[in-house]
């Protein structure tokens, strides 16, 4: 069985780049999505509930013969690594044993699956990372305008264990979240990344796009959401980074109408800007960025006047 989706590209580890292999298994699906689900999500949609266990073994096994020569592999699903409802215990350990000699695994996980107990029977020789999808450091906007359905002290609470046992953290933050103005968002990333930075190792900006069959995409319809600013995303890594903040962004859909973006002539180049220093951590590549294209000056006046006027769309 084939997995959803997979890809080559390169990534680091530490100060190297290398080989990484990204790979999308199709599951059972997020558990959380099968009762409330996020406004933002619609990751549902590469679900099958009828996925066997033994089926999301032979998708690994298809992309890992594919693909021989990697040093690093993302593994994502639809919902969580650690839920037992997706992925069985054995068949986490059996992943695990079949990944064994890679430099480095990244998973995702919601905070309420990444417990003690959960980690006794994985036996690894890898660097193992896990993203969580906090979203924002503020349990209003997460819980009414995200619907994540848990708060900022599970996801203490979960950093706490992984940091016990030396795994690394990746924290994805959610930039325009439905109901926030482009500076409201903003300054919420910003606040959120102050407030994380000494729990995580990796902040990974996430710009919302317009993914279909959920909340956010019937307000994009309505004329009542638009997605962020490519330039939003380009302060947000800025400020980090002078903030000694290590952070990254590959902003899904780019240029397009229901993923972040500028306007028509300086999206993609912005992008791959954004793109080119998430793999290099090199700030030179975003210096002077807002002289490229005139519509820097548009976004910084819908900053200005967007709580005023409403919905401003280019």
């Excluded at 599951?27 to 996020?38: F, L, N, Q, R, Y």
């Excluded at 349990?139 to 359905?149: F, P, T, V």
């Excluded at 992008?271 to 519509?295: K, T, V, Y």
């Excluded at 000056?297 to 900053?303: G, M, P, R, Y």
Aim: hydrophobic share 35%.
């Amino acid at each position: 069985m084939k997995p959803v989706k997979l890809w080559l590209e390169e990534e680091r580890i530490g100060h190297e780049i290398v080989p990484c292999l990204t790979v999308i298994l199709k599951t059972p699906g997020c558990s959380w999505a099968h009762t409330e689900g996020c406004t933002m999500c619609g990751f549902s949609r590469d679900s099958d509930p009828e996925v066997t266990q033994q089926e999301i073994i032979s998708q690994l096994m298809y992309a890992l013969e594919k693909h021989r020569e990697i040093d690093m592999i993302k593994l994502f699903t639809s919902g969580s690594f650690f839920d037992d409802k997706e992925i069985t215990p054995e068949t986490r350990e059996d992943i695990f044993r079949r990944l064994r000699g890679l430099r480095m695994v990244v998973v995702e996980s919601r905070p309420e699956y990444i417990t003690e107990d959960v980690f006794e029977n994985l036996d690894f020789d890898f660097r193992l990372q896990i993203g969580i999808g906090l979203e924002t450091a503020d349990d209003e906007i997460r819980l009414k305008s995200i619907n994540k359905g848990f708060k900022f002290r599970d996801y203490k609470r979960a950093v706490n264990i992984l940091k016990d046992r030396n795994i690394g953290v990746k924290t994805y933050l959610l930039l325009k979240p439905p109901g926030l103005t482009e500076r409201e968002s903003i300054e919420d990333v910003m606040k959120s990344i102050k407030k994380i930075r000494g729990l995580t190792d990796t902040v990974s900006l996430n710009p919302c796009n317009v993914q279909s069959g959920t909340v956010v995409e019937r307000l994009w319809r309505a004329g009542l959401y638009r997605p962020p600013w490519l330039w939003s995303v380009v302060e947000v890594l800025k400020g980090s980074y002078e903030m000694g903040v290590d952070i990254i962004s590959d902003p899904v859909g780019a240029g397009s109408q229901r993923g972040p973006h500028n306007c028509r002539k300086c999206s993609k180049d912005v992008a791959r800007s954004i793109r080119l220093f998430s793999l290099q951590r090199n700030i030179d590549l975003l210096s002077g960025i807002e002289h490229s294209c005139e519509c820097y000056d548009l976004w910084q006046t819908v900053l200005n006047y967007e709580n005023h006027a409403g919905i401003m769309e280019v």
